[in-house]
């Protein structure tokens, strides 16, 4: 059942103007919400949805939980094969023969700790503070406010009665964020190809109307690992650096945030360069691909005659580090200290080969964006590393960003030349990836449709801010949608999330209610036939 009942009065306008056969003026349907109500409702679903672990490839709890709140609010409801959730919301009486919209969000996030808990089984602790104006974890786990605002989103905009709007559909996949098996991957499309508007609320920027978003490669070498018990004579040390702020691989990636793996390395081959003979005892670092690595660990062993010129370049490196990170990256911690000898290490060449393919690998921005101001064209992330001394082998991976096809077609060849001074092969992960033809660069914006407009002047009315259109430097499923129907218009909004995918995350509030607004003007402005403004 519904919850509020505010607006009559511009219920029974719109009622009388469909009656006349009239289209509305943005006018006759601006909206006053309550957005105190509003607030609560969604804070409360989101901490029901907090208490669900759903990291990537942990989502089936969380699909029973929507697909169940979907019926119990008495919606036809759907749940495929891998569990993307469906929820059908019929219009308003009178509207039955409104072009119908899809919202559409993804029940998974990126989990990260800092504190060692478990995030296949502990919830979200969320903090609600007004005064302010963040909602946010308890600074120890991401958040997962990507995209649990747009689920909640969704689900205020199918309860509440405060405006009017014609037939509207909520599709939920899991897995957006990475993980197997693909939500979108696996879905019908005909879940979508009867529609005429999607809103994908996935967007991380408030006042921005994304119509463009990257496509998605990474670049794999499997690196075989040879191993022997290290000597006696030998000692060993642990580098550590955590607390980086991390964060998304997309968004985040312009922000010149460290990368903790690429930095550990540096002390390796500093070290290797300056004639110390570093054997790999462990090298591991990162939460997942499309997150920026906030942490990175090695333990190596080396000769103690090595050691006083070992600690100095180490003293050196924390110190410049700090120089260039201080600002970005307070209350990091960027450590050496004694450890015990293990009992396995890489020989000599094996370390050699994972410190130089490690220090090889681009990562960060690569081309800036000739169509939209101040947008990263290319980028990569070299966000995971398990370097573990006794294994057959490890796997290198690279994630790129990528809304062009040149600066991919260079890549390719980059990571080819790469491997092959290695003597590695790289797997780009799909059937001839090489070919210019099969080069997948996202989601591309298509002219005449009228949508992002549409929403521009549902937002500025409803806000009072103003709203650019423009894409982002992200992975969004509205590549795959826009690839299944040339009629369906396709626009991503979401609120303002700083530092998504890291313990820093949090929500600025007044977006997240300004947001939902603007996305129920739009709704307002399809059913009522509202147009373009000239």
Excluded at 10 to 27: P, R
Excluded at 329 to 341: D, V
Aim: glycine letters at 8%; proline letters at 4%; hydrophobic letters at 40%.
């Amino acid at each position: 059942m519904k919850r509020f009942l505010k607006s009559a009065s511009s219920l029974l306008l719109c009622l009388a103007l469909l009656a006349m056969g009239c289209c509305a003026t943005a006018e006759d349907v601006k909206l006053d919400l309550d957005e105190d109500a509003m607030l609560d409702y969604m804070v409360e679903e989101f901490e029901k949805i907090a208490q669900i672990p759903r990291g990537s490839g942990n989502t089936d709890a969380i699909s029973d939980y929507l697909y169940g709140w979907g019926e119990e609010h008495g919606f036809p409801s759907m749940q495929d094969e891998v569990g993307n959730v469906r929820w059908d919301v019929a219009a308003t009486p009178g509207y039955e023969d409104v072009p119908l919209t899809v919202l559409q969000a993804h029940m998974d996030m990126v989990v990260v700790s800092d504190d060692g808990r478990d995030m296949t089984q502990s919830p979200i602790v969320v903090v609600v503070d007004k005064e302010a104006n963040t909602i946010s974890s308890d600074g120890h786990t991401s958040l997962g406010s990507d995209d649990g605002m747009g689920i909640v989103t969704a689900m205020y905009l199918v309860t509440t009665d405060e405006y009017v709007h014609g037939p509207l559909r909520v599709i939920i996949t899991i897995n957006e964020e990475g993980g197997s098996p693909s939500g979108v991957g696996n879905m019908d499309p005909a879940w979508v190809t009867d529609a005429k508007y999607l809103v994908n609320i996935d967007s991380e920027d408030y006042a921005t109307c994304t119509v463009a978003a990257c496509g998605f490669m990474s670049y794999r070498y499997d690196v075989p690992l040879t191993s022997e018990a290290p000597s006696e004579d030998k000692i060993a040390y642990t580098i550590d650096l955590n607390g980086a702020k991390g964060g998304h691989s997309g968004v985040d990636i312009d922000k010149n945030r460290a990368n903790a793996i690429k930095a550990v390395d540096y002390c390796l081959a500093w070290a290797k360069y300056n004639g110390i003979d570093v054997q790999i005892a462990s090298f591991t670092g990162g939460t997942g691909m499309t997150a920026i690595p906030a942490l990175a660990s090695a333990t190596v062993v080396f000769s103690p005659e090595y050691e006083d010129a070992f600690k100095a370049e180490m003293d050196q490196t924390i110190a410049l580090f700090a120089q260039q990170y201080d600002r970005t990256e307070a209350g990091y911690s960027f450590t050496y200290a004694p450890a015990e000898l293990p009992e396995t290490v890489l020989t000599a060449d094996c370390s050699a080969t994972v410190i130089d393919l490690v220090a090889a690998l681009e990562d960060g921005v690569n081309t800036i964006s000739q169509r939209y101001a101040g947008i990263t064209e290319t980028s990569f992330n070299l966000g995971t590393l398990d370097v573990v001394a006794g294994e057959e082998s490890t796997a290198v991976s690279v994630a790129m960003r990528c809304s062009t096809r040149w600066p991919v077609m260079l890549s390719n060849m980059q990571f080819v030349a790469i491997g092959n001074a290695f003597g590695l092969e790289v797997n780009a992960g799909s059937e001839d990836p090489f070919n210019p033809d099969n080069i997948n660069v996202g989601w591309e914006e298509r002219e005449g449709d009228t949508i992002a407009l549409l929403y521009k002047q549902a937002f500025d009315s409803y806000t009072g801010d103003e709203c650019v259109i423009t894409a982002v430097h992200g992975g969004l499923e509205c590549a795959d949608f826009a690839s299944w129907s040339d009629e369906l218009e396709i626009i991503s909004v979401g609120p303002t999330i700083e530092n998504p995918h890291s313990v820093s995350e949090y929500v600025e509030i007044d977006t997240v209610t300004k947001t939902c607004g603007a996305v129920a003007t739009l709704i307002g402005y399809i059913a009522n036939g509202v147009t373009v403004a000239e």
